[in-house]
């Protein structure tokens, strides 16, 4: 049982280059996130799906767009790379689509992203 | 704006004492925290959640109040072991169903 799949672990970008992070999960989760973390500032959402077919906005989305392909997959993209987005990368999911509920969450190992 | 705040500066203690980590949500009232444990270079992991009608959950050495007088919860470790240095992070759902995270606090015990 893999959990929380993430791909790739590293990744170096130049300024302006375009890349997608993937995730899986084989848990059977309705919804799964995205989240950025830095030093000092925690773990940001960036986007995530409630449920196979929906997606949206977290508290900095911007720069990224997402796709939740089918239930298993949820893949983040940069479509033009900066500086900022440098960062550590974490893919999660929780067995509960809907806002109630306490949804716990099963993180990926995280994915190091550069960008120079 | 909702959120959740921990203590940022790192935590140092003895081992054998007991550790007590802080979190703090300010406007809006979860009705579930998670406090979540990450190790350098991998993901959270869950550890513990507490519903607001309980006062306090428990397992093996860990223990979490809940407070909603206080909008707090603590985080105890008793008899900390080295091997319980980390940052642990707290978290709630927000009122559209996102789950948001507190900054974390790193706790490093010493033998």
């Known amino acids: 049982n893999a959990g929380v799949t993430q791909t790739p672990k590293f990744q170096v970008l130049k300024t302006g280059q375009s890349m997608t992070l993937q995730c899986a999960q084989d848990m059977n989760h309705n919804s799964m996130y995205w989240y950025r973390q830095d030093p000092g500032m925690g773990l940001r959402l960036i986007y995530y799906s409630a449920s196979e077919g929906t997606t949206d906005k977290g508290e900095v989305p911007n720069g990224y767009n997402v796709s939740r392909l089918n239930k298993r997959e949820f893949s983040l993209r940069l479509e033009s790379a900066a500086p900022s987005q440098t960062s550590v990368y974490f893919c999660?999911?929780?067995?509960?689509?809907?806002?109630?509920?306490?949804?716990?969450?099963?993180f990926g190992a995280g994915s190091r992203l550069t960008v120079l | 704006s909702q959120k959740i705040e921990q203590n940022s500066e790192a935590l140092n203690i003895q081992e054998g004492k007991t550790a007590t980590l802080t979190c703090n949500y300010t406007?809006?009232?979860?009705?579930?925290l998670q406090w979540y444990r990450q190790d350098p270079g991998r993901g959270p992991v869950f550890l513990l959640l507490?519903?607001?009608?309980?006062k306090e959950k428990r397992k093996e050495r860990l223990k979490v109040t809940f407070d909603t007088t206080l909008k707090q919860s603590l985080f105890h470790i008793t008899a900390s072991q080295p091997a319980d240095s980390a940052t642990y992070l707290c978290?709630?759902?927000?009122?559209?169903?996102?789950?948001?995270f507190g900054q974390g606090t790193t706790l490093q015990v010493k033998p």
């Open positions: 406007n809006y009232s979860p009705a579930y």
């Open positions: 507490i519903r607001e009608n309980e």
């Open positions: 999660a999911s929780g067995p509960q689509g809907s806002p109630s509920g306490a949804n716990v969450l099963t």
């Open positions: 978290a709630a759902r927000d009122n559209t169903g996102k789950l948001i």
